[in-house]
DNA sequence: CATGAATGAGGGTTCATTCAT
DNA sequence: CATGAATGAACCCTCATTCAT
């Protein structure tokens, strides 16, 4: 009725143990993710979300309770992948490596489909979703790569934050700007991680 | 009968040749300033921002032919500032000072209002407003300074961007966690600002 | 966030596969006739019919994607009904009671609903809506008619627009003073349908 | 304040004895046949209308006590050219001769300005507005005129009603097909007027 | 008297969400 | 469980009219 809903739980209606069930999860994120590449935060709506899944509305609120929900469940499904592909850096030999790695997947993430990587980041940044999505996996993960790659740095944690901070801004701006030069964009974005953390750290 | 809208302009309707409009025109930017920092985007609305004005509904619309337009206002009202204070870069003795200040100004024009900064940088991304907004001038400046502090660098244009898509992610992620520190902040962006040019500059 | 309508078409938005919603899109209708009857142009808005139809607006918004399309269905319904009505002069022996079927379906018709026949006329004209609501059916059936009444007659197109002008006019204007005697009022219109047609025929 | 005054005077607030108000208020008019030629009644408000007439909106209001008022003088002072011309049917010799004439008007002042002629005659159908466009003169006229051409005739008045709704219909019609040739449409329309006369008269 | 800034009721339209089938 | 018709609060925007200057 209303389209203020008071306060809901983000997490999916139903842990969904047949596999229709999680087929029609999926597609439905899939969806969400099509629907806010194509028509942007202006179109991404419910009913473009279920029409774009083949399914019906009241079916997508079978299984999230709500926009925000799936809105969260498409953030987690991205961090998820690059929280995956992230992880792999820590199998690297050298510290200098690991971090190499760290900035080779975020800029395929970005770069495989940037709109929704740009869209993504900033409905992070909305206060009623901050906390749900728990990005503190990924801090850690920098953090523990920085103290391998700068084991002098004062202040590992900050640097993580900083270094996030940089790689999200340059990636997501190429993205906006079209750039399509992965290999270009990863060595800047290298320059600025490494000279970053050669200029903060104490050694 | 029907409506018309079609195409837009975002400029204002009408130059307030009176200073009794002046004064309402600057009440309403304001007060769409106000109103997007505590209610972020959800609650950013024509008729919240002319209520906060304390001005109706249809005075907002004398000024602005629409809510783009008065976003656009707002967008330009903050760059103009932040151009304004940036600008002096270019009177310092020596490109690094002159980068210096610039990260600096950014830093300033962060913490003073964080939210909007952050929100008006998003803002500023959407596909409607991009090159309403003429961030040209910023982009220059930043060239020019670039040129200036690392003159064998063999892509100002590109370094400059990158380096606005550092200082911009690095002090928005600061706004987001509430950071107060200006000092420690300022260091930090000089250290990525610094080591990337050291890095990707040839020399 | 903005507004985008561009170029909506007047076709309903969803056949309605339920019976449920073929009557909701029939009521709705009707109480656009009610409406436009009882409360003019003026008063002919989509809240008012919604709210007459016993519906939500939004219900209304579901099968009609604008308030013309709403006109153009209405329009649609009245000349169709017309048009059934019409067509019977087809079935007639001669080609003068082919016609003289023709002008009592016309005096039939907007006597029976007055105000809304009128306005419907007026709403048919304009700009926005031509083309929209096919008139070509009926002028070809009076065309058709009239090559059967007068033969001779050398541009029984022009004739047809003429004749449907006349009776129009006449009709409207009657329904305007609010006559309500059939009998005279036909008797009028068939001295000027006649009346033109053998002035303006060669024989 | 509100869009629905509930009853105001139609006649101008003050009688122009002044020839520098006649000239403002005639300018008015003019500037409202302007804009509702141009811009249909979608974009017929007093907004447009005094800023087509170079006056601000608030001085319309001093000489028209609302919108209406202004449709009102539109119509007098369209309906009065009308007469005017009309009535030289009067000094015809024969009655043939007078009603040609009128209809020599008619035609002539819709071929005119026919966009105009034809929302004029829709607008004074308004039952707001009815009544307060002393038709009677005009319907007079045309009955002194029928009584000349069909002495016979048992009901002048009524024949006069219909003769108008002919000749309106039908060069109504013409100007929204967009027909440029007077000469044509002209002689169609003797065409109905006098076969009518001598359908419905009794000699 | 002229001006035009200001007002705000009203009207078109969207979309998150519910619930009867 | 799936469906999709129905709901209505909320939002954008217009325009007739007023009134301080």
């Known amino acids: 009725m209303s389209q203020r809903p008071s306060h809901k739980p983000f997490r999916p209606r139903k842990t969904p143990a047949q596999s229709r069930s999680e087929a029609t999860v999926a597609s439905i994120v899939e969806a969400a993710a099509q629907v806010l590449e194509t028509e942007g935060f202006e179109g991404f709506n419910t009913n473009a979300v279920a029409r774009r899944a083949g399914v019906s509305i009241g079916s997508l609120y079978q299984y999230f309770p709500g926009k925000d929900a799936l809105t969260v469940a498409l953030i987690r499904r991205e961090t998820g992948r690059f929280y995956e592909d992230a992880s792999l850096a820590l199998t690297r030999r050298s510290g200098k490596a690991a971090l190499e790695y760290l900035v080779g997947a975020a800029v395929r993430q970005q770069l495989q489909r940037p709109m929704l ?87």
């Open 117 to 203: 990587a740009r869209l993504l980041d900033i409905a992070e940044g909305r206060p009623a979703l901050r906390g749900e999505v728990g990005g503190v996996e990924m801090e850690e993960l920098v953090t523990t790569v920085v103290r391998r790659a700068a084991p002098k740095h004062e202040r590992p944690e900050v640097a993580a934050g900083d270094l996030f901070a940089i790689v999200r801004g340059m990636v997501d701006a190429a993205g906006e700007r079209g750039e399509r030069d992965l290999e270009d964009l990863e060595r800047r974005v290298r320059a600025a991680v490494f000279g970053y953390l050669s200029r903060s750290s104490a050694a």
